[in-house]
Each structure stands twice: as structure tokens, then as C-alpha cells.
């Protein structure tokens, strides 16, 4: 967000939308700025005073440092701040166009939540969760008029992150989905739509950047700063141990055991022990310091000393089992292929798409490395979608 322009803004106010956010923590903050930087109307019903404040504070943070970085005027700020409303009550929330819900992440008082709003909004006013590994469904269940409800799942933070995912629950009506899509387009967001399984897109894909680096760590073949340079090698931002360090153990091992027994244990998204001790050590990454790496004010960052062949062996299998899930998630129509791609690029910033780059690493190379690995493993973590063997025996590719 390096350059302000008043026209845009005005143009989207023009598409006014009353967006009522219930949970102004983290996520709720960013969604928060989000709506109003859109050209909403915000209304902030939060439980905790305290976080409020903290909002309020946090918010006015981000607008000085745009005034100070870019063209955005402190009348423009002003301007966006105002558009800002906090409720004491929740049923300030009655005339708004769609509410979004970004409270802890627990399904009963998401429920109560909803089953509240549901009697205090119109009939037409869209109802938003942001869970990110919930069943949109199961939540849904308790709606009045359940066609209306349906999943947006921001990316932290939520301001800044292009992707949004929209998720139907089987209860949601095509002119939600349609709907949502347009108002996550006027906020200048990317959506994409995501089938309500665990993960969506996003969360399940990316399990073996984490899963599978923290394997070859186990088994001794690399340090963790060798794996590390070993993926940011092949153009990958971060390496899979920088990256759990900074997204913090507490919230990565958490989605991993969630999509783990959501998909009834299955082994390819099996979490590990190495990272169940960290968190049980309180070694959660940068937040406290120490994680696989230490962070405290004296420490650097260990060397890597591996050899490039062994780092092409480690990037090509962490490479190739992210390629699997997502050939995957498209076999079972999580999302389309243009939405996988968008997703990982966008969501996750891969450096590409992870169907082009099977595409260029050839599907029967990507088929004869999976076989490979479930032949030395024998664990079914490490079985061929059938969607790569297809157009592997056809000679085909993704795009
Ligand atoms: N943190 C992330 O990276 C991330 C990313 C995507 C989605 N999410 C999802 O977003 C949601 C919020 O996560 P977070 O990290 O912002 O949590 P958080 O703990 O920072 O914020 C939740 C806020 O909701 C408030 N709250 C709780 N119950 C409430 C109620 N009934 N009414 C009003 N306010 C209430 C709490 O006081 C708290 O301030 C969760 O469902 C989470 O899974 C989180």
C-alpha cells in the first residue's frame, strides 16, 4: 500500500457498504482498516475494553506511518478514521450490510454469536466468520436463514494480505457467494473460493512446507539453517523453520493438529514431535525469543554448510510433496486451478504457482520422485494423487 489515491477512494464510497466486525483483536483490527480503507462504514463490537483501546491505538499507529511514507494526507486519515464506529451494544450492529466475526476461535461461541446476530440483523445482511479451521458449515447450522452465511478468511495481517478466501458452507446461497465476492473486490482484496474442507486452500497446501522440512530434520539429513537455505534457494521467501519461528509454534502446530484429525488422521499432514516440544518448552519463535532458531539480542543466525546437491535433494522433495497437495486439493475440487495458484502466490507469497512449476518440472519427473519417497517410507503420507499419475500416463499438464 505505497501510494493513496483519492480518486479510487471516492469512487468505492460511492459503493457504500455498512460493515459491522464483531472481535477487534489481531485479525479483527486488520479487517477493521481493511472495510474503512474500502470506503465502508465500519461498526466495531468488541467484548473487551481493553482491546478497544488497543485498537484505536494501533489503528491510528498505521495511518501516521502512511502519512509519513506515502501520499496519503492526514484530512484523508481523518477522513478514514471517522468511518471507523465502535458500539457498546451489539445490536448497534442492526443496519448493517454484512457483519464479519472475528472472535476467538471456538465453535460454541461462534455459534452463540451468530445465533445472536442472526435475530438482530435484516434478513438481506451477510454473516461472515473468519475461522481459519473450522467447519463454515457447522456454524452455519445455527443461523436463521443459513443461505446468507458464509466463510471469509483474511490472511494476517489482514490489511495488508491481498488474498481473501470465501468459503460456502453446502447451506450458503449462490448470491452470498456472488455477493461476497463483489464486497471483498470493492475492499481491494483478491478472492477466491475455496470448498469448506479443513485448511480451505491456503492452510491445507502449505502443510508439507512445515510437515516435511521438520521430517528431513528428524531423520538427520540437514540442520535446520541448511533446509532453510535449501528452500530459499529455489526462490521461496523464508525457509520453513525462519517461517514457523515467525508465524510463532503456538499457531502453526495448532492448524497442523487441527487439519491432521479433520482429515481423520491422515499421515500427510501428521504433526510432529520436534515442534509439539517447542511449544511445550515455550520456545514459540520470534514472539518469545526462541524457537528453532534464538533471537535474543546476541544471537546469530547459524551459517549453512550443506553441500548443493543435498540442498537440490531437500528443495526438490519439499518442492514435490507441495506440488502433490495441490494437484490434490484440485482432484477434489477444493478450488479451481486458478484459485490454487493465486492462492499460494498471493496468500503465501511462493515465488510460483505450484501447478505451473510441476508443469516445468515435468508431471511423470513429480509422479516417479512421490513413488520414490512411498517406496523408501512405505507410509501412505507420501501416496501420488491420482490426479498427477493421470496426466502423467496421458502425457499431459496443468496449464
Ligand atoms: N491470527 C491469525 O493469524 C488468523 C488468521 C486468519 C484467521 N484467524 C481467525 O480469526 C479469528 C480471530 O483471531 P485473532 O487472532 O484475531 O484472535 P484475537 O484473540 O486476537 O481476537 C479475538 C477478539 O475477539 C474478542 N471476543 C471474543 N468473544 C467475543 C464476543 N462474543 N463478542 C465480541 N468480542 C469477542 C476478544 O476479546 C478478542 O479481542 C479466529 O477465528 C482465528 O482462527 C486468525
Same mark, same amino acid.
Not at 492448524?255 to 514431535?273: G, L, W
Given at each position: 500500500m505505497n501510494a493513496w489515491n483519492p480518486l479510487i477512494i471516492l469512487n468505492v464510497i460511492k459503493e457504500m457498504k455498512k460493515t459491522g466486525l464483531v472481535g477487534a483483536g489481531t485479525m479483527g483490527q486488520g479487517i477493521i482498516l481493511t472495510a474503512a480503507i474500502g470506503g465502508c462504514d465500519v461498526f466495531v463490537f468488541e467484548s473487551n475494553d481493553g482491546v478497544i483501546e488497543k485498537a484505536k491505538k494501533n489503528i491510528q499507529k498505521f495511518f501516521d506511518?502512511?502519512?509519513?511514507?506515502?501520499?496519503?494526507?492526514?484530512?484523508?486519515?481523518?477522513?478514514?478514521?471517522?468511518?471507523?464506529?465502535?458500539?457498546?451494544?451489539?445490536?448497534?450492529?442492526?443496519?448493517?450490510d454484512i457483519v464479519i466475526e472475528a472472535i476467538v476461535e471456538n465453535l460454541e461461541a461462534k455459534q452463540e454469536l451468530f445465533k445472536q446476530l442472526s435475530s438482530i440483523v435484516s434478513d438481506s445482511c451477510i454473516l461472515a466468520t473468519n475461522t481459519s479451521s473450522l467447519s463454515v458449515t457447522s456454524i452455519a447450522s445455527v443461523v436463521n436463514l443459513p443461505e446468507r452465511f458464509i466463510g471469509i478468511h483474511f490472511f494476517n495481517p489482514a490489511h495488508i494480505m491481498k488474498l481473501v478466501e470465501v468459503i460456502p458452507a453446502i447451506q450458503t446461497s449462490e448470491s452470498t457467494v456472488e455477493k461476497t465476492k463483489e464486497y471483498i473486490t470493492y475492499c481491494r482484496k483478491l478472492p477466491v473460493l475455496a470448498k469448506d474442507t479443513p485448511g480451505f486452500i491456503v492452510n491445507r497446501i502449505a502443510r508439507p512446507y512445515y510437515g516435511e522440512a521438520i521430517k528431513i530434520y528428524e531423520e538427520?539429513?540437514?540442520?535446520?539453517?541448511?533446509?532453510?537455505?535449501?528452500?530459499?534457494?529455489?526462490?521461496?521467501?523464508?525457509?520453513?523453520?525462519?517461517?514457523?519461528?515467525?508465524?510463532?509454534?503456538?499457531?502453526?502446530?495448532?492448524?497442523?493438529?487441527?487439519?491432521?484429525?479433520?482429515?481423520?488422521?491422515?499421515?500427510?499432514?501428521?504433526?510432529?514431535? /520436534?515442534?509439539?516440544?517447542? #511449544?511445550?518448552?515455550? @520456545?514459540?519463535?520470534?514472539?518469545?525469543? !526462541?524457537?528453532?532458531? *534464538?533471537?535474543?539480542?546476541?544471537?546469530?543466525?547459524?551459517t549453512p554448510t550443506i553441500s548443493s546437491d543435498i540442498a537440490k535433494k531437500i528443495s526438490n522433495r519439499i518442492l514435490v510433496m507441495l506440488i502433490n497437495e495441490a494437484a490434490d486439493a484440485l482432484y477434489l475440487n477444493v478450488a479451481s486451478r486458478d484459485d490454487i495458484e493465486t492462492s499460494m502466490t498471493k496468500g503465501v507469497n511462493y515465488p510460483k504457482g505450484l501447478l505451473r512449476w510441476a508443469d516445468e518440472i515435468?508431471?511423470? /519427473?513429480?509422479?516417479?520422485? #512421490?513413488?520414490?519417497? @512411498?517406496?523408501?517410507?512405505?507410509?501412505? !503420507?507420501?501416496?501420488? *494423487?491420482?490426479?498427477?499419475?493421470?496426466?502423467?500416463?496421458?502425457?499431459?499438464k496443468f496449464f
Open positions: 506511518k502512511e502519512i509519513a511514507k506515502t501520499n496519503l494526507t492526514p484530512e484523508q486519515a481523518s477522513g478514514l478514521n471517522t468511518k471507523i464506529h465502535y458500539v457498546k451494544n451489539i445490536n448497534e450492529l442492526f443496519s448493517c538427520g539429513i540437514a540442520k535446520v539453517e541448511d533446509i532453510d537455505f535449501a528452500m530459499t534457494e529455489i526462490g521461496f521467501k523464508m525457509g520453513p523453520f525462519a517461517l514457523m519461528d515467525f508465524i510463532g509454534h503456538d499457531i502453526n502446530f495448532n492448524v497442523t493438529e487441527i487439519v491432521y484429525n479433520s482429515f481423520y488422521q491422515d499421515p500427510r499432514y501428521r504433526p510432529s514431535f /520436534t515442534q509439539k516440544r517447542l #511449544l511445550e518448552a515455550g @520456545y514459540l519463535g520470534v514472539k518469545s525469543e !526462541r524457537g528453532f532458531y *534464538s533471537y535474543s539480542t546476541n544471537s546469530q543466525k547459524p515435468g508431471i511423470l /519427473t513429480c509422479v516417479q520422485q #512421490l513413488d520414490q519417497l @512411498y517406496n523408501e517410507y512405505h507410509d501412505m !503420507r507420501y501416496r501420488c *494423487s491420482p490426479l498427477l499419475r493421470k496426466l502423467a500416463s496421458t502425457n499431459q
